[in-house]
């Protein structure tokens, strides 16, 4: 299945991608028992969602306005320096253990939304990667049991401004700007593709290949980083851990590629979907 979180006529609900052009509003169908698609997680609701699978769709896609995937997510998990390819090309040293920050709900735009460019910094670093929505609660999750916690996978562009990330030896500012990187354009469920490792993803501005590598290029994979992170915090449906991106990010390229406004960034996960985005500038007033 493929689950989107969406307003349509400024009221926000979820349901799932139909066809090419239509969504069944499943927010709707299931008569508000459900607020939002984390709920639905929460309550191990997605069978009801797959009964709604064959229904015919209530809305086109043109009519709604995309929201991130788990709009409201309780903790979102980043992990820096995670693919092979981009450790390189930053010169560190393989890490040891997963390297690990957070970011906050309001700081991602669902698909075909646009991402701020801040006022105070020119340096908006794109950064393509695969995500993974928690599905089942767990503490202390082995590796061999970690995909069984997973709802799905969405994509994800982790827009980091550069400057103020390196402020300090802590990520927080740079990589919390409000609206500076989104999450879409669905949830893809896991059962439509058990092994992650086999998606492939590429980042593109304004169609040119920026990023293109192979989850499978991990250094942590997926069930290492949700054994991990399971270790000191409990994670519960519709928690996210974004898993890093690959080589080629902006600011290692001579001249650096900062996203700018009037860019079309976009995040495609062969297999999964593409995540699309303008870029405008914060509003100056």
Same mark, same amino acid.
Request: hydrophobic content about 35%; proline content about 7%.
């Given at each position: 299945?493929?689950?989107?979180? +969406? ?20 927010? &709707?169908?299931? $008569?508000? &028992? ?34 991130? *995937? ?25 890490? $040891? ?19 701020? $460019? ?25 590796? $061999?049991?970690?995909?069984?916690? *997973? ?9 980091? *401004? ?16 409000? &609206?500076? %990187? ?6 893809? @469920? ?12 590429? @980042? &593109? ?14 250094? +942590? ?16 449906? %519709? ?33 999964? %979907? @593409?995540?699309?985005?303008?870029? *405008? ?5």
């Amino acid at each position: 299945m493929r689950l989107i979180s +969406f307003q349509y006529q400024g009221s926000p609900s979820y349901g799932l991608v139909r066809d090419a052009s239509g969504v069944i509003d499943a927010g &709707r169908r299931l $008569r508000g &028992r459900y607020p939002d698609l984390k709920a639905v997680l929460e309550s191990g609701a997605l069978d009801e969602l797959r009964g709604l699978a064959d229904a015919p769709p209530d809305l086109d896609m043109s009519e709604i306005a995309h929201l991130p *995937v788990i709009p409201n997510a309780g903790k979102i998990l980043c992990v820096g320096i995670n693919y092979l390819s981009h450790i390189k090309e930053t010169g560190r040293e393989i890490p $040891r253990h997963p390297v690990l920050f957070t970011r906050f709900a309001d700081t991602f735009v669902g698909h075909d939304q646009a991402i701020v $460019r801040p006022k105070v910094s020119t340096n908006l670093d794109y950064e393509g990667e695969l995500a993974v929505i928690i599905g089942r609660p767990g503490w202390h999750i082995g590796r $061999r049991q970690a995909l069984e916690h *997973v709802a799905g996978y969405t994509c994800c562009n982790e827009g980091s *401004v550069r400057d103020f990330q390196y402020h300090t030896i802590q990520f927080t500012a740079g990589k919390n700007f409000y &609206r500076s %990187g989104s999450l879409g354009p669905w949830l893809l @469920t896991s059962d439509e593709q058990p092994d992650p490792g086999r998606f492939h993803l590429q @980042t &593109r501005i304004n169609g040119e290949v920026l990023q293109d590598a192979s989850v499978s290029d991990l250094c +942590f994979d997926i069930p290492s980083l949700i054994e991990y992170c399971s270790i000191w915090t409990p994670l519960a449906p %519709g928690d996210i851990i974004v898993t890093g991106t690959p080589g080629g990010v902006g600011r290692v390229r001579k001249p650096p590629i900062w996203m700018k406004p009037g860019d079309t960034v976009e995040i495609d996960i062969r297999g999964l %979907g @593409t995540l699309r985005n303008s870029v *405008v500038d914060e509003n100056a007033n």
